[in-house]
């Protein structure tokens, strides 16, 4: 997205205020829940490099090959809650929903976050099923 198109993670503000903060420059997410949108938002961009940094090193795969994946078309982002449970581990639960090859799907998850130094981290989560 340019500067001023709306963010991809929903949150009615411009990219350049949301998530491009954090995806285009070496800002930290202040929150979980911020980097939990950026995340959906490197997702929808394609930004494995973002993804693969905000990856908790302890659970980080060795790569992603997003490209190489079915086209997922992401849908859009429902964050349901956030809670801070210390201050240096977090959980978010969001719904995340897209479309690959014309079929709808959604991702229910509860994901887990840890702070090290200034920095969040997803680490993982546990899906939610219908």
């Not at 503000?13 to 070496?26: F, N």
């Not at 079915?70 to 956030?82: I, M």
Request: aromatic share 10%; hydrophobic share 35%.
């Amino acid at each position: 997205p340019t500067m001023s198109q709306p963010c991809p993670c929903g949150s009615a503000q411009d990219y350049s205020l949301c998530c491009g903060r954090y995806l285009d420059s070496d800002l930290p997410a202040p929150t979980a829940e911020a980097l939990m949108r950026s995340r959906y938002t490197a997702f929808v961009l394609g930004r494995e490099a973002y993804l693969l940094a905000t990856w908790h090193p302890d659970f980080r795969p060795a790569e992603l090959n997003l490209a190489s994946e079915a086209q997922t078309k992401w849908l859009g982002l429902d964050v349901r809650h956030h809670e801070d449970l210390d201050p240096t581990r977090a959980i978010v639960e969001f719904v995340a929903r897209y479309k690959i090859g014309g079929r709808a799907h959604r991702l229910h998850e509860t994901s887990r976050f840890v702070r090290i130094g200034e920095h969040w981290h997803y680490t993982d989560g546990d899906l939610h099923q219908r």
